[in-house]
């Protein structure tokens, strides 16, 4: 049998710089090593051709032939980015890297742990990391995979992907169902996947032992990928799914009348009106105008909320994801999921505490909510402290909180849950802790700078990676035995006690929090859920 150096050689060729180009067919990358840590890096592989002209409102489709080495060593253009309704709340929804934005921006970056002159040492697990950022902002350029190799001992590797955002990603209504591509950002996620499915064994990655991990939109991205084909996604893409936030809001159908509102907006604002084939209009339209668009559109909507998100469209999302979860419907083998104690504060208008009534705002978060259902709410959520509490949590509960229930359960037997309770304990705090190279970033966040905290939680995720199953352990930690959270609901607390101390124990599921998730289910079609 040959070594793994013996095989790795007829897909990689070394120059005399010794820094490693990889052939994957349709061009060849050259990416560096650093010598210090052994971790070798490939920056801004396209793995889809550029969406524009024709391509844009469709697709992906392959990237063309290149001829000669393309260089891998600077990081890729973002996709052009939108915001949150009238805010900029969530502090790590901005951008940690200083990239260019372009329409053009279908790359991924691969991290793999290697010898001295770039060869992988080993075929490993893999994880894609799928950015989040309301499936309006965000990069590959934001998330080092090296920090990801350094918590698993060198026993991963490690893709970072891009999707197109906004509305280039996003654009539901009719007029794409019939001439163009709904959900054009997920699908660009299943492609990269694909490409990882194809080509990561020349990174020294199993494609075999791939998990794909995001947190909010990422997360979100995740369960749209675990629903995908109604759970019937082939080749399967993915053995092991993790979720930080998931991310669920109003998905509703491609041709519901909001959806429907929302393209018209964009053809108004794009001066596309007038034409006998608007989307037309809008595929030659400047990608900067639209880009402009996109933020306005975005900015107008409803504080805490995005506008461009995924829809159901028969096909790729078949039907409401809660409705595939309860169903069983699901890609995977193994599932852990962790949410933040207080994951609604940073999508609600603090400011408006002295009015916030519960009751009120989910008549303003779900438009298709009557008085009945909203006085509901209300009723729920009356004896959870202060008004502006029950609003935070309302937000927290139906978007992020709850949806983790709906996918734990639909891997019942199989998944594994954590909550993140460093105080604050807001959405996207948790994610300094597993890319702490990002925190120079966010100087802001408060960060429990604990060595065996971050040990336990960190590796955690990785150790998921690598086995599904936490238990198995990259390295000792403080954590101790984890059930499935099918036994007795349980999950594992990561916190800090009064005194300072790393605080991590086994303890059961909220019985009131799991009510309260049964009735967000039971109008899951007046949410869009």
Known sequence: MLSQRALYAFAVVLTAAATPIVDLGY????????????????????YAA???????FRGPHSPPNVAGVQQAVVQPDQCFQGASGTSSTNPLEARAVDVGTSEDCLFLNVFYPSDGDGVPVGQLPTIVWIHGGGYTSGAASMYPGTDLISQSQRGVVVVAIQYRLGLFGFLPGSEVKNNGTLNAGLLDQDFALRWVNKHISKFGGDPLKVTIWGESAGAGSVLQQVVANNGETTPQLFRGAITSSTFLPSQYHYN????????????????????????ACLRVADANALAVVNLAISNDFFFGTFAFIPV??????????????????????????????FEGTSFVDQTKATTANATQ????LFPKFGTTQADQVGALYAGLGTPIFQTNAVMGESIFICPTYFLLRAFAGR??????AIPPAFHGYDVLDYFPSTRIFYPTVPVFNNPVFIDAFASSFISFAISLDPNTKVKPTITPRWNKW????????????????????PVETSNDLLKRC?????????TGQ
């Open 486 to 505: 099918s036994v007795g609901a349980t999950e594992m607390l990561f916190n800090r006690t009064d005194a300072g101390a790393a605080l991590v124990k």
């Open 50 to 56: 550029a969406p524009i002209d024709d391509l844009r």
């Open 27 to 46: 061009s060849q990358y050259q990416g560096s090593v650093n010598t210090t840590s052994n971790i070798t890096t490939f920056l801004g592989i396209r």
């Open 312 to 341: 159901v469209d028969g096909e790729f999302i078949v039907q409401r994801p809660t409705v595939s979860l309860a169903e069983g419907k699901v890609n995977g083998k193994a599932l852990l999921s962790v949410t933040n104690a």
């Open 256 to 279: 519901d009348r909001i959806s429907e509102l929302l393209y018209s907006e964009v053809v108004a604002q794009t001066n596309c009106s007038l034409a006998s084939d608007s989307l």
């Open 361 to 364: 705002y989910a008549l303003d």
């Open 518 to 526: 049964q009735f967000w289910e039971s109008v899951g079609d007046l």
């Open 415 to 420: 998944s594994f849950k954590s909550e993140f």
